[in-house]
Structure formats: structure tokens, C-alpha cells
């Protein structure tokens, strides 16, 4: 048995409500109760007296493999110059920029001290191609959302009013694909822009052809998902995203989903007041949506913050992808995928000047703020979406600090302390609520029992920052991180280490579906039936 | 209940000795069918029911390994270790390798090989073509509006081949993906869909199509042009347009028209897209046609996994072609990282070669220095009588007796089902026994 011995930290597991000074074990990669005997010895003491203590950071929404992100990378040979990581001590060379290589990726988030990235949008037809990409992003252990919510099948079972044909559906898809969760994106609304039928607005607008409505889409996936008792809620990007106005439309799907669990993705860009008709009104909805989160159980939601700088969008909405080529002018690639989705990829470049982005930031904030409860909340940028997921720390530091924030809305566009609340906000994140936002809560959400926590049988992921009064700092340069008991980052130097797991659900199904489902597969897809299940030797 | 069934190669004994593997994928060409049978009798494959002409010689060419040696130096039979070896001192002593070959096996074995290449520092280049090359850049310009085959299937009403011959190139494509299925939104097939052909001569498909559009391959780019003003509405002067595209007066001017009426059109275009200032006018003007309709740009794909490791590259070292790993990390200066330059300049000094090719993908100056360099060939058959590579390792084929995955040109990643049992290593093996050896040598070198 190979132990570990975490010696003398400020151990901050907020799941056990534990914030003092207290060793940590780690046993055969698994957190152990420390032994009986007080003078018991470990093959590896690291000596983490001054230092703080925390489980590996768990990242519940980022995008980080399959064909968009292979897109974007394909398309942006210039978001890389200049950021290329070297092969070293035998860790593999990649590049950097919005859209790190597979190797990078895993490098980074190991270097913020994650241990585990869910890909939030995966289609069906990718998923092979997105397993290969995670069985190449070393360290960190991951999963993906499997996009169901412009599913022909899907649609055509709920037209029928067939539920447990749904349900059975919906276990057989995260099966054949290996998927962890189901993520639903516009409902009905890409197939309907796929149709080249223009956009759903509203929660009760008809899908054309398939004659279904967002509303019926949300509701019964999310029934569905809680029938199957699946470890993650209905992951959902719902309509209109970044379209001003689109609050009221974030409300009423909150509200649609009242009595099932739910999480609300990048929630910070469906919080706009305004309308599409005068965009001079756009403003902060987040108190209203805010306190429907802090007096509502079973939602949850992470934000997608935004950060100034040059990054790049990506989506499953195809149409947002368009939207976003014509107001930009942009390079744009859209890529459909036969029975599901779209795919719209964008380079962005969010400009503190730009009153718009600027209280996209704003908003942003207000939401880590203005939800009471942080275990409601994950920290994420929808990286690449508002930033990269190596902007983390500047989020930290803002939520701890109010004054920073402070000083950033000053440079900001007047207009936006106008038209958003946040500088009125005292509240300062505490460590301890740091720890929550970045591993405890998305942990807890997407149902991880083993992370997010340092319990004894946790997966033995430990983070261990030098604190610092610069949270920026001491958020970017965790000084050791140990996966699943292996010291991969060693005083701040990382090592070639394992590669990590990818985790996925195979809930039961009635087989009886099987041959309806292969007899619309053989007649809509392009692919044989029989090659469509990814394999164990994809993972 | 029951959970998901893992997706085995489904092997149906017959009678006779004879047995089939069905839900094959062909490698022959583009389409990559995934729907075929094929059968084996006394270790050899005799059919392949179903499969085109192309697919058929495919399947039904001599994919033996009897009597051919694992391994050769300069043509004389060798032992596998020793091959490697040689191998990889080569590779290691060589101060500017190039990796080629790549798109003919599988996605795997284009890692293996990338694995390999950042070991010694070299340049990696699939065989795809200076011009598809080019058609990337063109891609990395303004973007692409695109699709899966499928989205077409289902949901195209208009198809435009565009400078390409799909009946003879790519001969399933026409029925089963562009233009004969029954898609959701296309009952009727083909009678759903309008097809249209735009070449400088009636070809196989234009005899097919619903209308023949006949533009000279050297006007092509023009007629872009003018397609992609009038879909904008701009007012040109119909003879100057027929004099500088030389067309028949009005031909352009109604097909712009036929575009605009289409409610889901699908161009197609060749795997190098007629070069880089036609690709990039396509990829503008269908991009421009989606205000008001949808349209999607398709390449009909190059043959084998030519997507599959530009992918790979682009995951692993952030760049679809020509990436330079001289420097310790991925560089892509397209010209001067590219292996087709490197040659040409005779700063190449050794060339590792990986799955079945030919030289024709390089210029005449490459190849007449590739000829000059130490060249290591890992790939099927490759130590057949005649090599003349410093080293050459018989190799599996993908698809044949090696498994692994290989993608679709519009990114559907489909499993190879081997129909014969392996006789020989797989590329994969010999590509990770060799980075074994340049580990050994690189921890030697610095002791």
C-alpha cells in the first residue's frame, strides 16, 4: 500500500464543514482516515505547514474536445503564435491560446489545480471522435454531455406522448456514446434553424415538422433524467442566448422546470434586460433571476463569465454562431450534425471599452454574487466561450476582493454602473467559498460522490496553494497537486503522470427499443447502426 | 433491461470455410461506406458484394504477407530488432527529418507517428497535396459553412457538383449520401432534388444531373466571383460576365437565380478544392447564401483517412499540415515548416514514411531529393521485392488485418472492422517499438 501524507495544512473541505490546520492521508490514491497510531509514517510526507489545503478543482462546464473545438483550432493558427509549451521532462509539446492541444489542456487545468473537465457539448455522431481527444488529455479525469435537445428521436417520442420509450431512449443514447450527462441546447431551436425556418423565441413556439415545443423538450428530458436517476441534473443552454431580453425567457424555463433538478449553463448570457427591438436598454436582469435561484431547490447554475480579451466562441447553436459572423464580420465556421445539433465557431475578442462586454463582465459577477447560497454556484468562463478556463484565477481574486472590482468598473463605459448593480455589492467570497464555487459545488452537481471532498474513500485529488494576499496569484500557481494519490504537480514543477479516467453512466434500458431505434438510425443517419456505439477501445 | 452491447466485428461463419464481416469500411475513396460485406474463404477475401468498382479492387488486391520479410535493410531481409535499430539511428542522427505518408492508416497510428516525430524533432506532412494544402489556408482565412452527410441526405434539395466527377471518383456517393436516399425531408430522393454539375466538359455525373453548367477549369474562379456578385444582388452587364467567365450569356445569371430558390442547397467540391483562390471563393459565396436559405459546402473527401490525420495533428499539435516540431513544439509557417519545402530546399535529411504511398503528393524537386535521403517505410507490404528504403517494416493493413478508426471528411469517425486475422505487426506496434529505442538513445545521449 503506497501512502501519502499531507502534513500540517489548512485543510478547507467545505462538504464536512472543515476549515483548520489537519494532516490529510491518502491510501492506494484513495483519502484514508488517518491511521490510529499517531507516530505512523508514510512512504511520502509533503511537509504543507503554512499551506492551503483544498480537494482538485472540478470544472462542471468547459469545452475542450470533439469536433468544435478540433474546429477552432484548425481554423485559428493565429491564437497560437508565441504560445507554444516546449516537450519536456517528458511531457508532450502542444499550443496554447483559446483552444489548447489535448496535451496542453490537460497540463493546465493540472497546473490550476483541476482534476476533472466535463465537455458540455458533445453530438451523438462526435462523441467517438471526442473520446479520442479526452483519451489524449492527460491528468485530469473527465466526461461528457451528450446533446440531446434537438434529437429527432427524442422529438419524434415526445410528439408521440411515448415516455418510457423517451426515458429508454434517452439511456440507450448515453450507453452507445458513453456519455456521462445530457445536455440540452435551444431546444427544437437549431433543428428549427437547421430547417432554415429562422428562430424559437419563446418557451411555447412550435419545432416545424416535428411539431413539439421547447417547453415540451425541457420538460419531459428533465423527467426523463430524473426517472433514470442519471448522477447529473438536465444541463441546459436555453433560447436566446445573448440576445437582450432574453430574461424573461430564462425565467419562465426556470419556472417551466419547477419539481425536477435542473443546472443552468453560462446563466451569465440569458440575464439580459432590453429587447431585440432596442438594444439601448439592455441592462442586468440578475436580481430577479438571482432570487428565483436563491428561493427555488434543485437548481443550480454556472456562469460563464467573461473576460477582456481575445478568445473564442464556440456552440452548439449554430444559429449563434451565425448571428454572432454577421455582427462581427468574423471568420466563421458552422458545422451541422445529422439528428441533432448544429456547430458555430466564431473568434471574439470581449474589449473593456465595448459597453456591451463590459456588462457582460458585470453580470457575470453579479451572479456569483447575488446567489446566496455558493453551493448554487460553479465558477466557469463556458471556457472558451468568455474566456479561458486559465482565467479562473482573476474570477477568484475579483470575488474575494471588493475593491478590485471596484477598480475595474471605474475604467469601464459609464453606462454600466448604470445598468448593473455590482458596485453596490460588499459581499467577499471567503476561501472557503472559493473551495465550494471550484470543486465542492460542481462536484456535488454533477453527482461526483469521490471528488470534490477529502473524506475518507474520496478519489485522492488534492490541491495544495502557498497562500498569498495576491488570490490571482495563488490561484494560478498551486505549489503541489496530487491525482488520485500521484504527486503531479511537485512544488510547483509538473511531472509526467497518469492519465487520468473518463467517466460515463449505462443506465438500463428496456431492449425492446433497440430495433425502432435502428430502424429510423438506418433510414436518417449516414452511418451503419452497428458502427454508431463507441467502443471501450475509444476510451 | 440490458445495458449497451459493445460493437464487435460481427463474423458470420458460412458454410464451405467461407465467412463474411459485415459493416465494413472501405477505404478506397472519400465516401468511406461503411455498409459493406465482405468475404473471406481460406485466409483470402474472394467478394465484396456491394462494393464499387474501386471498392472491389480494393478488397480483391493481394494483401498477403506470405513470403515477405518483417523487416529489410536496403532491400536485403532483416531482422525486425536490427531494422529498428537502424531505424532509429537514422531518425535520431538526422537533423531535419520528415514524417510522410499518414493518410492511409488509421487515426492511431497518425498519434504514433506524431509521438515519434516530436522525438526527433521533425516535420510532419500527410500526403495530401499542395493545393488541398492550400484549400486549408483558404479555410483558415474566412471559415467554412459545412455539414455532415447526412444533414444532406436528409435535408438537401439542390446539389451542386462543382468541378468534380462523383460517378467515377467517388461512385457512391450519388446513392448513398448526395443525391438518391430518401431523407426526412426529402420523400421523394431523387426526384426531391435538383442536381447540378458545373464542369468544363460533360462528364459521367453531368449526364445524371438535371442541369449541365459548362465553365472552363481556367475560368472557374471568375465565375465564382460573378456567382457570389449576383447572389448579392450587384447589377452586372450579362457579356461582360459570359466574356470573362466564358460562358454562354445568362447561363451564370440562372444558376445564381437556381441557387437563391433552393431551400437546402450542398456543393461539393474536390479534396483540394480547385486550389487555394477557388477554395476560398466557394467556402465566400456559400457562407453567403445562408442569408435567407441554408447551404453547406462539402469537399467529396480524399481517399483513406486524409481527415483523420489532419484531425490528429490539429489535437495533438494545434495545426492540420505541415507542422515543424525542429523547435521542440509545434511550428506551422506553411511553405517553410512544410515537409514539401524542406525537401525541395534539400534541408530534409531523412524521411520516415508511414502507411501506403506514392510520391505523387510531392513536387518534382521533392521527390528528386526524398530519392537521396535515408528513407524509413513502415507500412503494408512494404519490404515487397524492389524497396529501395534504408529500412522497410511490413506492416499491416487498416481495415484488412488492422483494426483502429479512421474519419470521415466531414468529421464522422468510423471503426475498421479487419476481415483478415494479422499476419504482420501493425503500424501502431512498430511506430511505439521505435519511440521505445529513441527514448533508450536520447536517455544514453545524456548519461
Known sequence: MTTLRIAGGRLIDPTHGIDEVRDVWIADGRIAAPPDDPGARADRTIDARGYVVMPGGVDVHCHIAGSKVNAARMLRPEDKRGRETPRRNGLRSGTGGSVPTTFTTGYQYAGLGYTMAVDAAIAPLGARHAHHELRDTPVVDRAMLVLMGNNHAVMDRIRAGERNRLRDHVAWLLGATRGYGVKVVNPGGIETWKQGQGKLSALDDRVPHFEVTPRQILVELARAIDELALPHPIHLHGLNLGLPGNWTTTLELMRAL???????????????????????????????????????????????????????????????????????????????????????????????????????????????????????????????????????????????????????????????????????IAREYSLSEIAIITRAAPARMLGLEHKGHLGAGADGDVTIYAPDDDKQRMFSLPRYLIKAGTVVLDDGDLRPSPAGQTRFVTPGFDPEIVPQIETWFARDSSIQFANFPVGEDDL | ????????????????????????????????????????????????????????????????????????????????????????????????????????????????????????????????????????????????????????????????????????????????????????????????????????????????????????????????????????????DADRVARATSTEPGTLEALAQRLQTASYGAWFVGPAAGGPGEAEAALCLVRELNAGRRFVILSLGAPGNAAGAEAVLTWQAGYPTSVSLAHGFPRYLPGETSAEGLLARGEADAALIVGEWSPESLGPSARARLEQVPRIVIGPRATAPGTSAAVALDAATYGIDAAGTVMRCDGVVLPLRPVLKATAATDSELLRALEARLNVLAEARRS
Open chain 1, 258 to 424: 419547477d419539481g425536477h433538478r435542473a443546472h443552468l449553463a453560462h446563466i451569465q448570457f440569458h440575464s439580459y434586460g432590453g429587447s431585440p427591438a432596442d438594444t439601448r436598454a439592455f441592462d442586468s436582469q440578475v436580481p430577479a433571476l438571482a432570487e428565483y435561484v436563491n428561493t427555488h431547490d434543485g437548481l443550480t447554475v454556472d456562469v460563464g463569465q467573461v473576460l477582456f480579451g481575445d478568445t473564442t466562441s464556440m456552440t452548439a447553436d449554430g444559429a449563434v454562431g451565425q448571428y454572432l459572423h454577421q455582427l462581427t464580420g468574423r471568420k466563421w465556421i458552422s458545422h451541422d450534425v445529422e439528428l441533432e445539433t448544429g456547430c458555430g465557431v466564431v473568434p471574439i475578442a470581449y474589449e473593456d471599452t465595448n459597453f456591451v462586454h463590459a456588462l457582460q463582465w458585470a453580470i457575470g459577477l453579479e451572479w456569483y454574487l447575488r446567489v446566496d447560497d455558493p453551493w448554487k454556484v460553479a465558477l466557469s468562463t463556458d471556457h472558451p466561450n468568455g474566456g479561458s478556463f486559465l482565467a479562473y484565477p482573476q474570477i477568484v481574486a475579483l470575488l474575494m476582493d471588493r475593491g478590485l472590482r471596484n477598480d475595474t468598473l471605474k475604467r469601464l463605459p459609464e453606462r454600466v454602473r448604470a445598468r448593473s448593480g455590482l458596485g453596490e
Open chain 2, 1 to 236: 433491461m440490458s445495458t449497451p452491447e459493445e460493437n464487435a466485428p460481427e463474423v458470420v461463419k458460412e458454410p464451405a470455410g467461407r465467412s463474411s464481416v459485415a459493416d465494413a469500411v472501405c477505404p478506397a475513396c472519400g465516401c468511406l461506406c461503411d455498409d459493406l460485406t465482405v468475404v473471406v474463404e481460406g485466409g483470402r477475401i474472394v467478394d465484396a458484394p456491394g462494393a464499387c468498382p474501386l471498392g472491389r479492387q480494393w478488397y480483391l488486391a493481394d494483401h498477403s504477407h506470405a513470403g515477405l520479410p518483417a523487416a529489410s535493410l536496403a532491400g536485403q531481409p532483416a531482422e525486425l530488432g536490427a531494422a529498428l535499430d537502424r531505424a532509429a539511428e537514422v531518425l535520431a542522427t538526422a537533423r531535419s527529418p520528415v514524417v510522410l505518408g499518414l493518410t492511409r492508416t488509421t487515426s492511431e497510428s497518425v498519434a504514433a507517428a506524431l509521438a515519434v516525430a516530436e522525438l526527433v524533432g521533425a516535420a510532419v506532412e500527410p500526403a495530401t497535396g499542395e493545393d488541398a494544402r492550400s484549400a486549408l489556408l483558404a479555410v483558415q482565412r474566412v471559415g467554412r459553412v459545412s455539414a455532415t452527410l447526412g444533414e444532406v441526405k436528409n435535408r438537401a434539395d439542390l446539389v451542386v457538383f462543382w468541378g468534380v466527377d462523383p460517378i467515377v471518383a467517388h461512385p457512391r456517393h450519388w446513392e448513398r449520401y448526395s443525391v438518391e436516399p430518401r431523407g426526412r425531408f426529402v420523400p421523394r430522393g431523387r426526384a426531391g432534388r435538383t442536381v447540378v454539375v458545373v464542369d468544363a466538359e460533360r462528364t459521367a455525373t453531368a449526364d445524371r444531373a438535371d442541369l449541365f453548367v459548362k465553365v472552363p477549369a481556367s475560368s472557374r474562379l471568375e465565375a465564382l466571383a460573378a456567382l457570389r456578385a449576383l447572389v448579392r444582388g450587384t447589377a452586372l
